[in-house]
């Protein structure tokens, strides 16, 4: 550590003010279960906190808005919502007894769409600036990572990239600081398909769930400078969400398959090869790495196959049904 900086420990996180920072599962040779158990419990949190979310929007979920025949594919939902509120503004007139119990009913039911709508409107405009924003950091924290491991010559050799760590001090230790906040403000993308009523996939729970305590771990291999990979990627996939992008799909399902290749390769390099990285004084952050990542790796690539080849060919045969009727 830097002399003159203030230092701070705390559950197994040790740094100070200068951008030099490590976190471990060990220290000195044994187990550090402060730090343990502080990443369980920030799994936890995250498991939790999309348990709640579900249970408020799912109890308090508003009725879908009554079937139109006039409504197109391109309609937004707001505005379905909305027309749908217009359709049962006045309720029907009727000599029945129960008549005010029946207004009574309608007005609670466009009253429930109009809040809809309105969220709906809110959340469209929030999902965006959430996505443009993690794009932009995304895109500075690849380049600042960029410079920094060309700076280093980490990108010279393969001993280079898989037997070497780049000091965790200056602009790279403030910018992997940075990555790993992100991986907490990502969180936000579950909880706005949550809000937003849509079901979380298990790649994405499992992935979002585990990505702070991999960017919390990995810098303790050569394999942490490779996080601008990731950064590349979320670049192109934040901007997708703000604005989709036709290409832009395959492109960021097919960069983390080989992000996940290329780090579980140098782990096993650095692992095995006795010449190149010592990876016993950080053997359980190393096993939980390559578990999770390799984990990884097997959800993006059973989603790949689902989307794009799976979903391909069964796309090709409804079009050889469709021709022959």
């Not at 799912?58 to 217009?86: E, G, L």
């Not at 037997?163 to 579950?190: A, Q």
């Not at 398959?257 to 650095?270: E, N, P």
């Amino acid at each position: 550590m830097a002399v003159g900086c203030n230092k701070f420990s705390l559950f197994g996180f040790r740094g100070n003010l200068c951008g030099e920072w490590e976190w471990t599962f060990s220290h000195n040779d044994h187990l550090d279960w402060s730090s343990i158990i502080c990443h369980v419990v920030i799994c936890l949190v995250y498991h939790v906190s999309t348990l709640h979310l579900k249970s408020i929007f799912i109890k308090n979920s508003p009725p879908p808005p009554p079937p139109t025949t006039t409504t197109t594919s391109t309609t937004s939902s707001s505005a379905i919502a909305i027309s749908a509120a217009a359709a049962v503004t006045t309720p029907p007139t009727s000599t029945n007894p129960d008549d005010n119990k029946k207004k009574k009913e309608f007005s609670i039911l466009s009253e429930l769409l109009t809040y809809s709508a309105a969220s709906q409107t809110w959340l469209n405009g929030f999902k965006f600036y959430h996505n443009v924003s993690l794009a932009l950091v995304s895109l500075w924290m690849f380049v600042m990572l960029l410079w920094s491991i060309v700076q280093d010559g980490r990108l010279n050799s393969w001993e280079d990239m898989a037997c070497r760590v780049t000091p965790m001090t200056g602009i790279y230790g403030i910018v992997n600081f940075v990555y790993l906040i992100t991986k907490l403000w990502e969180w936000i993308d579950s909880y706005i398909l949550i809000v937003d009523r849509k079901s979380l996939l298990s790649l994405h729970w499992f992935h979002h769930m585990t990505t702070f305590t991999m960017a919390a771990v990995t810098h303790n291999f050569p394999v942490g400078g490779f996080a601008l990979i990731n950064c590349l990627v979320h670049t192109v996939m934040y901007a997708h969400y703000a604005s989709p992008i036709t290409w832009a799909r395959p492109f960021i399902t097919s960069g983390q398959l080989i992000q996940f290749v290329i780090v579980m390769s140098i782990h096993v390099y650095g692992f095995i090869s006795p010449s190149c990285y010592d990876m016993k004084p950080v053997f359980w952050e190393w096993l939980y790495c390559q578990s999770v990542v390799f984990g990884y790796f097997l959800l993006f690539l059973k989603f790949f196959y689902d989307e794009y080849l799976a979903g391909k060919e069964k796309k090709k045969k409804i079009g050889n049904v469709n021709k022959s009727e």
